[in-house]
C-alpha cells in the first residue's frame, strides 16, 4: 500500500482545512486508516482513524469536536476536515494504515503498517 497525503497549507485560527489520503496498490477493503501529526520538538501523537471496513471512527481528546474523518471506498482515500484550528494544531500530519491485527485500536496505539509522507499544516494567530 502507498499513501499519498495532501492538503495541507497555511491558514489563521479558526480557519478549515481537509487533507486528503490516497491509497494504491491495494484497497482500504479491510485496513483501519488514519492520521498522525507531529508538531516541532514533539512527539508524533495520534489524531484520528477510521475502521474502513465498518465505519467506526476514533479521535484524540485534543481535536474531538473540530475534526472529522471520513473515507471514500470509491476513492480509496481518506480525508481529514478540520474545523476551528488554533495554532496548536501546527505540525506535519501524517497519514497512516493498519491491516494487521487489532485494527483501529492497534493503528492508535502507533501499531503501523503504512505511512505516507507528511504534508504540513501552519496555523497562524
Known amino acids: 500500500v502507498q499513501l499519498q497525503a495532501f492538503g495541507g497549507g497555511l491558514v489563521q485560527a479558526g480557519d478549515s482545512l481537509r487533507l486528503s489520503c490516497a491509497a494504491s496498490?491495494?484497497?482500504?477493503?479491510?485496513?483501519?486508516v488514519g492520521w498522525f501529526r507531529q508538531a516541532p520538538g514533539k512527539e508524533r501523537e495520534f489524531v484520528a482513524a477510521?475502521?474502513?471496513?465498518?465505519?467506526?471512527?476514533y479521535y484524540s481528546d485534543s481535536v474531538k469536536g473540530r475534526f472529522t474523518i471520513s473515507g471514500d471506498n470509491a476513492k480509496s482515500t481518506v480525508y481529514l476536515q478540520m474545523t476551528s484550528l488554533k495554532p496548536g494544531d501546527t505540525a506535519v500530519y501524517y497519514c497512516?494504515?493498519?491491516?494487521?491485527?487489532?485494527?483501529?485500536?492497534?493503528?492508535?496505539?502507533?501499531?503501523?503498517?503504512?505511512w505516507g509522507q507528511g504534508t504540513q499544516v501552519t496555523v497562524s494567530s
Open positions: 496498490g491495494r484497497t482500504f477493503s479491510t485496513y483501519a
Open positions: 477510521i475502521n474502513w471496513s465498518g465505519g467506526g471512527k
Open positions: 497512516a494504515a493498519r491491516g494487521g491485527p487489532g485494527g483501529i485500536n492497534s493503528l492508535r496505539l502507533g501499531l503501523v503498517d503504512y
